[in-house]
């Protein structure tokens, strides 16, 4: 079993700032592409922010210059450091990864539960 759980969501006010972690734990052997999604009730699900295996990152055109992704192998962990946050970043934020499980089986799509982000005053 594998599992995706972020945390660092909450309130903060407009030009703050805010960082996401997510870890995936259980039987892992590799980790490819990592990702941050957002929803907003009666929307699409977004995709934010991605990172590849070797750290090659692109980022949604609204949140660019001010959101950075990254990753720590090591602890199976991706981030979103998020800055200059606007009330149009309100959503809930969902990891998103593709992790092999073991040796000769392929990668696997796996979600995290998800972790609100509220940007008013």
């Known amino acids: 079993q594998v599992q995706l759980e972020e945390s660092g969501g909450g309130l903060v006010q407009p030009g703050g700032s805010l960082r996401l972690s997510c870890a995936a734990s259980?039987?892992?052997?590799?980790?490819?592409?990592m990702n941050w999604y957002r929803q907003v009730p009666g929307k699409q699900r977004e995709l934010v922010a991605h990172?590849?295996?070797?750290?090659?990152?692109n980022y949604a055109d609204s949140v660019k210059g001010r959101f950075t992704i990254s990753r720590d192998n090591a602890k199976n962990t991706v981030y979103l450091q998020m800055n200059s946050l606007k009330p149009e970043d309100t959503a809930v934020y969902y990891c998103?990864?593709?992790?092999?499980?073991?040796w000769g089986s392929g990668f696997s799509e796996y979600w995290g539960q998800g972790t609100q982000v509220t940007v008013s005053s």
């Open positions: 259980g039987r892992i052997r590799s980790i490819n592409d």
């Open positions: 998103n990864a593709f992790i092999s499980r073991s």
């Open positions: 990172i590849s295996s070797g750290g090659r990152t």
